[in-house]
């Protein structure tokens, strides 16, 4: 009897509007594989974050991003444009994902991309060493 009265209050709601191009609500299986699709996407993104690119990063782009758009956030936008709860909190599930994956050694050790980690500058232990290093950087800037 709910299920009635709730697809009639929607077509009652779509009626009063001119008509629906899509039908109104989320059902509670569309919510459960939004939020498998995001978690998955989150969880893969940042595995893709973790190493540097490659010719793989780029199949991962082509096959999940869409994914991860298509299932994850479109449906929650479409079916309901008034309530944007579900989709920040499927945003919120993806960075969190993302993030734990990425940047926590919880699947194994982190190595950043040599872009993003800090050389760190060796301080000469002698003043022998720090006369060759000077010599040595004279030397290269004369090149």
Do not use: H
């Not at 978690?39 to 999940?64: C, D, E, H, K, M």
């Amino acid at each position: 009897e709910a299920a009635v009265v709730a697809v009639e209050s929607a077509l009652r709601g779509c009626l009063a509007q001119g008509g629906c191009n899509f039908v109104p609500g989320l059902s509670e299986q569309q919510r459960m594989f939004s939020l498998i699709a995001v978690t998955a996407g989150g969880f893969l993104s940042g595995g893709v974050l973790r190493n540097q690119f490659s010719r793989w990063t780029l199949l991962f782009l082509f096959i999940w991003v869409p994914w991860i758009g298509l299932f994850g956030f479109y449906p929650l936008y479409i079916r309901q444009p008034e309530d944007l709860t579900p989709l920040l909190q499927n945003a919120g599930i993806f960075l969190l994902c993302c993030g734990l994956t990425a940047l926590t050694s919880i699947f194994g050790d982190v190595t950043l991309p040599k872009v993003l980690q800090l050389q760190s500058i060796e301080e000469p232990k002698s003043e022998s060493e720090f006369k060759k290093k000077d010599a040595d950087s004279e030397s290269k800037s004369k090149k």
